[in-house]
């Protein structure tokens, strides 16, 4: 027994140099040799033997593999103590151990053994750096070159950023670059776990720049592997288990789907976090991003040239970190405004997702969050960051925001606005809209966008998704340059039509005046683009009356007043405010009466009679193209069809009584007469471009230029006399008593047309047939009475009781209602039908005999039995005349002139033609000159 006792005395003693005994490591002859002990690995017998006997007893102790076991379940105590727990004595006693290791890279004698080739290879220029320590030197290299070594020294520098990533005193340019800004900040906090580094990351803005840079670095070269980030790893690694078990390791491939699935229901919050102050580091620095920096290392040189040389040698500086921290950021951001010019696509989408991160938080857009630093503390403290809430908070509040926060607010914003990803409470409330109806539609170039718009008022669409799509059009609509597809579309004609209406290319803001001005000069639109897009904005004013923000500016207190339980959309506001229009502010009036204008171009611009006649246009104008009017008027044309519509009816009768107000809701209209209104009605028409509310001329809006235009009708031109004549057809075709119009005739429908048929007015057409037949059986008894009179009363000045004749009023309407497709009246006043119309009239009134038949406006369109005798009668009478003229020149006139006249003046001709034979002159010779004869030949054949 004691001698068994005394051989393990000896193995022991034999065995325990193995741990105490010490050798030297010069491999790396730049640097000073290094002192092994313990065979490069820790003390087992030291203050961690109860983790190594329970822990780590199947690990052979050398080359750090025992203090790798141990480190391996330090980290796992930091992401859940709960497994194990390791006291602080063992941990200090493992840190000290990587601490004193890598401050010379020849005491890590497998990493020195592995990477010797390595470091001749990518580091042998320490001669180069001779300002920096040859350790620290080799020590960035061999990171920054990690991508190009071999396996073996690939796998060795892999766990040495491990050590560095769990503690900062392991890193020993990080730790002497943090060590001031350690004891500031973060003296008291637990050392391992990443603690401290996430201590300083919290206080990023009160560090030195010099720690603040080895910070960014040691991030960037941790940005491939999950674990190399200490922080984020312990408090994402149960949303790794449970989002992302089957991803596998490396590229970054964990942290995308981390950030992928961060705002799903169950994930952690403390994990979310972490992530977006990640984000937002990657955000202001492109470096830490390493797919970025070499997916766009071409494209940054290319296209963001002037910042990558601007303070730094290319990319090979920005990446050892000679530059400073606006580079970098303004290379992000320049690779984000040329998004659309990156050659490479794995750029291109890179780019693509950290512009949609800056669109749903201002942490990851560094230019708002500089700009708009001290706005945000002031105005949206308690605003929680992330689905845009603290840009949405801004944007509510613009007007208190300073000038520099309010000018790059609305820059980011007209950025967003080509992309739905850049939308994100947009996107997250129409996830379904989009599935449903929008699938195939790109989201780029704001086509996934229109695409909800277009379907916002579809039975199935969300009403959270129609409640975002409208506050985005609300704000596209507060500026032309936040519509994205307009202002694309518009760009020229806003320059060439709008100048001065907006400095636009000084980048002054234009609320709704570049859009009021293009829309005003819809016709002088150059781009055919532009006008579609125009066109779609109208629809969006007509739609929702925030979107015209001029129109909700002037109409605030009066929507207040009248429409404030009334819903918005589909154009119910507008139409509660034009009920209500005799109450309405004057300048409400004015823009309402403006809109209305732009409205009557196309029935695509009134929502409500495009819902209430959907089925009439498809069966009665499928074929008609829309502008100017055509659909409307097609809709009225067709509406004493049996087969149309009471609802469709009633609208476009509601909008017919409407015109009759306001002789600029007719389009056709207004462009044939524009000129003879400037001219004989001047007066009276409100010209609403350039007055103010005040001065608008209410009579015109009251019927008093039609009213202008009949009473001139004789002095209009053609096109005007045709438009008015067709204008007064639809109204009274469309008959109301109360019209501002038709309202002359109410008394005479009354009497000679309801008395016999009591629903005359509710059939389109009937009272206008009606009175056409009451008018012409009057004009036949007006003229019979004339006639009468004329022979009864030769001299007399007295005139013979009225016999209840139609109101005057109501018989020049009537006469001017001439079926639109009639146009040989109106061409009379300009023909010599006119004069033979005058002269048949006069002898009418002299005879008392009608010799013509006439029309509702007295126009001569026939000729009566009377009218032919009379007209034969005259013709022979002129042939007698003609021939005594001819007998009296052949017996007196002609002799006396010499003229010596054939017997026979017309001779017959060849094949049954007459010929005009000679007719000869003698001349008297003069001063024995000889004669001459003129002579008249073949005149006529």
């Not at 390791?86 to 990587?98: G, I, K, L, N």
């Not at 857009?365 to 689905?387: I, T």
């Not at 129409?430 to 780029?444: A, M, N, Q, V």
Request: aromatic share 6%; proline share 3%; net charge negative.
């Amino acid at each position: 027994m004691k001698i068994i006792l005394l051989l393990s005395i000896l193995f022991f003693i034999s065995f325990s140099p193995i741990y105490c005994d010490s050798k030297n490591s010069d491999v790396f002859t730049d640097l000073p040799p290094a002192e092994i002990k313990n065979n490069d690995d820790i003390d087992p017998q030291g203050n961690c033997k109860g983790y190594v006997d329970k822990h780590c007893k199947a690990v052979k102790p050398g080359e750090a593999e025992l203090a790798d076991c141990l480190n391996s379940i330090i980290i796992k105590s930091d992401v859940d103590n709960s497994v194990i727990e390791v006291d602080d004595a063992c941990r200090e006693e493992v840190y000290q151990y990587f601490i004193q290791r890598n401050s010379n890279l020849n005491k890590n004698v497998p990493l020195a053994r592995a990477c010797k080739t390595d470091v001749s290879t990518y580091c042998n220029n320490t001669w180069f750096f001779s300002s920096i320590e040859p350790s620290d030197y080799l020590l960035s290299c061999l990171k920054d070159n990690r991508d190009h070594l071999a396996n073996l020294c690939k796998k060795e520098v892999s766990k040495l950023l491990m050590e560095s990533a769990w503690d900062i005193r392991s890193d020993p340019i990080l730790f002497r670059s943090c060590e001031e800004d350690v004891k500031s900040h973060c003296d008291k906090v637990p050392r391992g776990g990443g603690r401290v580094q996430g201590c300083l990351r919290d206080h990023t803005l009160e560090l030195s720049w010099e720690c603040r840079e080895q910070l960014n670095i040691q991030e960037a070269q941790s940005d491939g592997s999950l674990p190399l980030s200490a922080r984020l790893y312990s408090k994402c690694l149960n949303d790794k288990r449970n989002f992302c078990a089957d991803t596998r390791p490396g590229s970054a491939r964990a942290k995308d789907c981390l950030e992928m699935h961060m705002h799903d229901p169950n994930f952690s919050s403390e994990c979310r976090v972490e992530l977006e102050n990640a984000l937002a580091r990657r955000a202001a620095d492109f470096r830490l991003d390493s797919r970025l920096q070499t997916d766009c290392a071409d494209d940054i040189e290319r296209v963001c040239a002037f910042y990558s040389d601007e303070s730094v040698d290319g990319l090979e500086g920005l990446s050892t970190g000679s530059g400073d921290v606006e580079t970098y950021a303004s290379i992000t951001n320049c690779l984000q405004d040329f998004v659309d010019d990156l050659s490479s696509a794995s750029c291109k989408a890179r780019v693509q997702t950290y512009l949609s991160l800056s669109s749903q938080d201002i942490r990851f857009n560094s230019r708002l969050a500089d700009a708009c630093f001290e706005d945000r503390r002031k105005h949206c403290a308690d605003v929680q960051p992330g689905s845009a809430r603290v840009i949405r908070c801004l944007s509510d509040k613009r007007d208190k925001l300073s000038n520099d926060c309010r000018a790059r607010l609305f820059d980011e914003e007209v950025r967003f606005g080509s992309n739905i990803d850049f939308l994100q409470p947009l996107k997250d409330a129409c996830t379904s809209e989009l599935t449903k109806f929008c699938r195939d539609i790109p989201h780029g170039q704001a086509r996934a966008i229109r695409c909800l718009q277009e379907h916002q008022f579809d039975r199935d669409f969300g009403s959270n998704c129609r409640k975002e799509v409208a506050s985005y059009e609300r704000r596209a609509s507060s500026d032309f340059r936040l519509n994205h597809r307009l202002a694309a579309a518009c760009q020229n004609d806003a320059l060439n039509l709008c100048a001065e209406t907006c400095d636009i290319a000084g980048g002054q803001l234009c609320m709704g005046a570049v859009l009021r001005c293009l829309t005003d000069r819809r016709e002088a639109l150059t781009d055919g683009t532009c006008r579609k897009e125009v066109d779609y904005f109208l629809k969006m004013e007509v739609n929702d009356y925030r979107n015209d923000v001029l129109l909700a500016a002037a109409c605030r207190n009066d929507v207040d007043k009248f429409c404030s339980k009334v819903e918005t959309g589909e154009g119910r506001v507008h139409e509660c405010l034009r009920k209500n229009r005799s109450g309405l502010s004057p300048a409400c009036r004015r823009e309402e009466i403006l809109l209305e204008e732009q409205e009557a171009e196309s029935v695509e611009l009134r929502p409500s009679l495009l819902k209430q006649c959907a089925k009439e246009r498809k069966a009665f104008c499928a074929n008609v193209s829309t502008g100017r009017a055509r659909v409307f008027r097609c809709l009225a044309d067709s509406s004493g069809d049996p087969d149309f519509g009471e609802v469709c009816r009633n609208a476009v009768r509601d909008i017919v009584q409407r015109r009759q107000a306001n002789w600029r809701l007719d389009p056709a209209l207004r462009r044939a007469c524009k000129d003879d209104v400037a001219e004989m009605c001047a007066d009276i028409d409100s010209t609403l471009n350039g007055k103010s509310a005040a001065e608008i001329n209410t009579t015109s809006l009251e019927g008093g230029v039609y009213r202008c235009l009949m009473n001139q009708y004789e002095n209009l031109d053609g096109g005007c006399q045709r438009e008015l004549s067709r204008a007064s057809h639809m109204a009274l075709t469309l008959y109301a008593a109360d019209g501002i119009l038709t309202n002359v005739c109410s008394s005479d429908v009354k009497s000679r047309c309801e008395s016999k048929r009591p629903n005359i007015a509710q059939q389109p057409g009937e009272v206008l047939g009606c009175l056409e037949q009451v008018y012409a059986e009057e004009e036949k008894a007006k003229a019979k009475d004339a006639s009468k009179k004329k022979k009864n009363n030769k001299g007399s000045s007295s005139s013979s009781k009225n016999n209840n004749y139609m109101n005057a009023n109501c018989s020049l309407l009537v006469a001017l209602a001439e079926p639109p497709s009639t146009q040989r009246n109106f061409d009379a006043y300009l023909s010599t039908a006119y004069a033979v119309s005058q002269l048949a009239s006069s002898i009418e009134s002299s005879t008392g005999f009608q010799l013509t038949e006439r029309d509702r406006a007295g126009n001569a369109t026939g000729v009566t039995l009377t009218g032919w005798s009379a007209l034969l009668g005259l013709t022979a009478a002129l042939t007698v005349f003609i021939y005594a003229l001819v007998v009296v020149g052949r017996k007196y006139i002609f002799p006396f002139l010499g003229v010596h006249m054939p017997k026979a003046m017309v001779a017959a001709g060849s094949g049954g033609k007459y010929t005009m034979l000679v007719v000869k002159k003698k001349a008297s010779s003069a001063g024995g000159g000889g004669g001459g004869m003129s002579q008249i030949t073949n005149l006529m054949q």
